[in-house]
């Protein structure tokens, strides 16, 4: 049955003549990954670089799976060059770099030691890139903030506060500069109130909206806040998102949660079984 399942979903992913390209991104890049799984090397690596050509900002995992690709099929250059890529375009951040699983069998190879070496000069060409960057270090900033109030032992009505100001300068920032993907943290940690007839939400939800119609924003943007809205009031998924957690809070219509994954483009949940490994709710199973 899963074996016709991948067949379906390939067949699928070759019809996207009129998909965007964020949509086209998404196929690709799931693909790959299930060819990454069945260890298909040097197709899986054919799939991410076509997935990143289209959405080169988008994401750093797709290019660490890319270089891993390069790296099984033995192909070092193109996994160096992978490797580059995503700091400049992606500002991978070190400590990832460092202890990606997939690449601690390749670690002595020399193209490691060398990127380390250069790490900052390759984080500086992410920085000589950006159109605004010191509003992508003050955003940066708000993240440090919120981060240090939440584990600094701070009473809730103080990280209450701090919340208040950060949402207030990202809707400032994001007026004046346009959506910051990492201020997605601060957004979150307004989604007790998500969905209510506030400022906040009266400004980022058609805002955010409008930038997934014209393709600048992955239509998957809103579905970790609609899942937990669904946690909080009916303690149940939509989505099943949160995979260790199915039996406290169970998926509702489980028959159809790939339908309404497929809608916002996130995989079906067998495909996260196949690739990231997580348990399966037993009701999923038996279909």
Partial sequence: MRIILILILFTILSCSDNKTDFEKHNELDQKAMVQFKDKEFEKALLNFEKAIDLKPTQDVSIYFYATASALN??????????LIASIHNT?????????????????????????????????????NKLEYPEIYREVDSLMEIDQEYRTNGSEW???????????NRLIEITKEYGWQKKGWLVLWHQ?????????VWNFFKPYIDEQI??????????????????????????????????????IIDIENVDKRRAKFDVPPLWYMEKVYGIKLPAEYKKL
Avoid: C
């Fill in 213 to 250: 119609k014209n393709d600048k924003i992955n239509k998957d943007f809103w579905v970790m806040f609609e899942e937990e809205r669904s946690i909080v009031k009916k303690k149940e998924q939509i989505y099943g998102m949160y995979w260790s957690q199915y039996d406290e809070y169970p």
């Fill in 73 to 82: 099929a033995k192909k070092n250059d193109k996994a160096k060059e992978l």
């Fill in 91 to 127: 500002n991978t951040s070190k400590e990832y770099f460092l202890n990606f699983p997939e690449f601690d069998k390749f670690r002595e190879e020399k193209l490691f030691s060398e990127i380390e070496n250069d790490y900052e000069k390759h984080i500086s060409e992410f920085y």
């Fill in 157 to 167: 009505n103080e990280i209450s506060r701090i919340d208040s100001l950060n949402i």
């Fill in 191 to 199: 989604r007790g109130t998500y969905g209510q007839d506030n400022y």
